[in-house]
């Protein structure tokens, strides 16, 4: 329910940082061209 700009904080281990937007944009272009989605990138899918 946190909203850009807002703090979190996880606790523990997992620490706290900021809420950060996030671009809503297509990048089949990008992959088409042969760019790379870096892993840590593709992880947040699982």
Request: glycine letters at 18%; a positive charge.
């Amino acid at each position: 329910g946190k909203k850009e700009g807002d703090y979190v904080h996880f606790g523990g281990l997992l620490g706290e940082g900021a809420v950060m937007p996030v671009k809503k944009v297509d990048c089949s272009k990008f992959v088409k061209r042969g760019g790379r989605i870096p892993a840590s990138v593709t992880s947040f899918r699982n």
